[in-house]
């Protein structure tokens, strides 16, 4: 089992910034690919980046809506996966949920989801 917390949602003003942290309670490594998605009411849980471990690198994916304005990374040493998020907009307006494949357990864990508002 693997608990993932995040934190650093809030209110914003229009082109303002957040960082999303989400640390998970075991090594980075277990995990193949760790993303970020966002949801709103009514909606699915649409993904908005994510970052895959390669054997010489990490590959990056971004929802076309946040490419530019929102860069994810991890920290290996601190188990943590942020994601960046600039220049906001009203539509991203969200819950943000942090997700981790576990190559050994071959499990999807989620975190709580922390809100971001972006107001106009």
């Known amino acids: 089992q693997v608990q993932l917390v995040e934190i650093g949602g809030g209110l914003v003003q229009v082109g303002g910034s957040l960082r999303l942290t989400c640390t998970a309670s075991?090594?980075?490594?277990?995990?193949?690919?760790m993303g970020w998605y966002r949801q709103t009411p009514g909606n699915q849980r649409d993904l908005v980046a994510s970052?895959?471990?390669?054997?010489?690198?990490?590959?990056?994916n971004y929802a076309d809506s946040v490419k530019g304005r929102f860069t994810i990374s991890r920290d290996n040493a601190k188990n943590t996966v942020y994601l960046q998020m600039n220049s906001l907009e009203p539509e991203d307006t969200a819950i943000y949920f942090c997700?981790?494949?576990?190559?050994?357990?071959?499990?999807?864990?989620w975190g709580q989801g922390t809100q971001v508002t972006v107001s106009a």
């Open positions: 075991r090594t980075l490594f277990r995990f193949e690919t």
């Open positions: 997700n981790v494949y576990d190559r050994y357990d071959r499990e999807h864990y």
């Open positions: 970052i895959t471990t390669g054997t010489t690198a990490d590959t990056t």
